[in-house]
Structures are given as C-alpha cells and as structure tokens.
C-alpha cells in the first residue's frame, strides 16, 4: 500500500529550522509542510509590505532557501508552505535566485494567489452582499478604516495542480493551514476535490483535513506546549523533534518524528493537537471539506508512533472567510517596576496618579489597558488573583501600561506626562527606556464571509 510523509516543520512565522533540517538530514519525509500564516502575521507582513512593496512574505524563506532547501531538494523532499503571505510572486522570485547564487538550477517553483481582494474590496463594500463581521454582526459597509489587505482563506485546488505541473517548491498566500498537507495528498493519492462527491470521498478529505491539522503547528503535536506531558515530562526541548505522518491512501496515518530526537509523540499530545483552534469538532469547516472529529480513532501503538483515523467529511461551505486589515490607529505601550516592601500597593498607587493627572490633561485616546506583571498579566480577570498574603509578599511588581490612540503622538505625550512620578511618586521605581516613541500602527481585522464563486487562484510556475 502506497504511504506518503508528510513533516510538519514548521508552526509560525519564526519557528525553529532545527527540526526541518533533521527530517531533511534523515530523508525522513516526502515533504516538509510549512504553515507560516495566521491572521496575526497577515498584519505583521502587510506592515513589511508598506515599507517595501517587494516584501509582504515570510522573511524566513530567505534562511530556508539557504540551509534547508538545498538539504531538501537533494534528497528529493518538496517543499510545499504558505510562506507566500501577502506576495507569493516576489516570494518565489526570490527563492529562485537565492538558490541560483548557490549554483542550484532546474528547480520549479510554484507561486500560488487569487487569494488577495485588496483590489475588489472597494466593489465588494458597495455590493449587496451582506458582509457582516463574524465577531460582532458589524456590515462592512458601516467600517470607518481604511483597509490594508483583504486575503480569503483558500483551500487545496492550487497545491494539487502545482504538484500535477511538476513544482518542487510551493510558496502560497493564504491557504487555510491544513489544506497544505491536503492538497499534496488529493495529488498523491489522486483524491477528487470538487464535484458530486460520495461520502466515502468526503471522509479521505476529512482524515486529510484531521491530518493537517494534527501537523500545521509543528512540534506542539510532538511534545511542544503540552500541558497532558507535562507533570512527569522527561523528554528534552531543544533538540525537539517535529511531527511526521505517514499517510495511507484511505487517509488513516501513523504520526511519528526522527528517531533519536527530542520530544515525544502520545495520545495526548495528539488529542491536545486535535482540539487546538477547531470551534466546534462535530464541524470543523475549511475550504474543502467540513470535518466531523467526533468519530476520530487516536491509538498509540509503540513509543512515538500513534495512528489516528475515523474523521468524518460534510459538503464544503458555500462561503470563504475573508479577512480584511484595517489600519485601526496606534498603541503605545510602557513598562514600569516597582520593588519590595508593598510592590502591589506602590503599584496601584502609581496608576492611580496617572490615571488623575491624565483626567487633567486634554488627551484623546480610544482605550487604556493596565495589567499588573505577576499578578493578572497575561489572563487578567480569567485567572483567579493570587491571595492577599502572597501579593503583600511579592518581591517586585510589574505594570504594563498600553494606550491605544488615533493620533501618533498620543501616547508618547501621554507617557511623558507622568515621567516626573519616577520622582514624585512611590518609592523603588523603574522603568524600560521607550517613553519617547511615537505608537506602533495597529492593524486590526475585520473578518466576514465571500461567496466562493468571487475567487480566482493562480498558478505560477518559475524554473
């Protein structure tokens, strides 16, 4: 029975290479799979795009179309991501020369787009569909932002044809994250995508869709960022080993990473995986197929080998989610500490000199954020406070402060405003060295739905 590797290498824009190089040094895979992309990075590459219109891509490529790449392609392993971002053409073009000056020729890469309606969004705003924010119900027509990118969530057609034209390496835009190892997999295995399909078709799409999602974050399916490991947790983390699925072609898999390497791959960490970002695991909806999780079979049958199957496929939805940027204003953030004895309470009274001296001035700011470092920093009210004792104890306190406003200058003027308290305020006070920066953009997002029929993917391929 034929069985194709699919590695899931990388998680973010950023991950570690480490783990894609020992797949490709052990010829470990058929392919490493790259899920760069979240909505997140989205506006982290749109702000790279506005200071240079050649960018917009995931700056990483450069390093893997240095030191991985090469590695991969002698060993005859593809390389299929979505590292394309916002410009998949000047992506691939600059794959293509970085491996030319190395003196590698003969290589197909495919760039793949259609995903972009940056240019349609003025027509779609005055259209009569409805567009209406998926968070608050908001129609897109009442947005008063200015928009700086508009990319729709695109599925598995444009891997599957690349591959069919010979491509070597993929560089996408937005391709939903498991339709990566989808698209290699309906060309591996000759799955249809499209058309009248029967339910025995729409559950190999399902078990493909299970797949992808069990591998698109890298090591967090190997022992990375697993909470169910953890207490008893002897397996190391540096040398981290990254998911491997060996896939059947009934879309039934064995997970398991290069031998030797770091971490672990359990029931658990794949259940942790498999219940990561889903929404609702009776339908998980993607551009392809929508999954039922329910039914899924998660056996571990030898250390670091667990077979996974059972996912269950619906009719692919109507509509794509389509996210739009908008360029929403600007924040401004400042970081203060305050030492033992009372740290809590030197802490609370600084916020509450600011917050006084700011009622004075006439600043104009959209919100104020504060949170106490050690204390609610990261969950704020979703964690329980720790109790009165351990907070009258603590040996230093820190508070974040983040103003977000429309103009520039806002909170640079707002943060310079209550400098003097460094001196005039409690005691045992320090603080990070940026009160004199402007704000940073803030893009935020507006997500909503397009119908299908409004997108046209591309194919290009450079040699």
Known sequence: ??????????????????????????????????????????????????????????????????????????????????????????????????????????????????????????????????LLNLDTGQPYKESIFEPTHANVYIGAKSIKEALEQGAQIILAGRVADPCLALGILAYEFLWNLEGDLSQKELDKLANGIMIGHIIECGGQASGGNSYSEWEGRSYSFSTLGYPIAHVSEDGSAIITKVEGSGGKVSRNTIREQLVYEIHNPAAYITPDVIVDFRSIKVEEIGPDKVHVSGAKGRLRPEQLKLCIGQMEGF????????????????????????????????????????????????????????????????????VRIAIRHQKP????????????????????????????????????????LVPRELICEKVTIYE
Do not use: C
């Open 1 to 130: 029975m034929k069985t194709i590797r699919i590695a899931g290498v990388q998680g973010f824009y950023g991950d570690s290479p480490l783990g894609a190089i020992s797949v490709a040094l052990s010829e470990a895979a058929d392919y490493l799979m790259h899920d760069a992309l979240s909505e997140l990075t989205l506006s982290i590459l749109q702000k790279d795009k506005l200071k240079d219109v050649e960018m917009g891509y995931a700056r990483d490529i450069e390093l893997f179309a240095e030191k991985l790449y090469p590695l991969a392609l002698a060993n005859g392993i593809k390389i299929v991501t979505n590292s394309g971002g916002l410009n998949p053409q000047s992506a691939a073009r600059k794959v293509m020369s970085i491996l030319k000056s190395l003196g590698i020729e003969g290589v197909k890469i495919a760039a793949i787009d259609g995903d972009d309606l940056m240019d349609s969004l003025e027509v779609l705003k005055k259209s009569e569909l409805p």
């Open 331 to 398: 924040i401004s953030e400042q970081l203060f500490f305050f030492s033992w004895p009372y740290a809590y309470d030197k802490a609370l009274a600084f916020i509450q000199a600011a917050k006084e001296i700011w009622a004075i001035l006439p600043f104009r700011y959209d919100e104020l954020r504060f949170n106490y470092l050690g204390i609610n920093g990261i969950h704020e009210e979703a964690a329980p406070m720790p109790s009165k004792d351990f907070i009258e104890q603590m040996n230093e306190v820190g």
């Open 409 to 448: 200058e806002t909170g640079k003027m707002m943060i310079q405003s209550i400098i003097g308290l460094g001196l005039n305020g409690p005691p045992g006070i320090a603080a990070s060295m940026n009160w004199g920066k402007s704000g940073s953009i803030r893009l935020g997002l507006f997500p909503t």
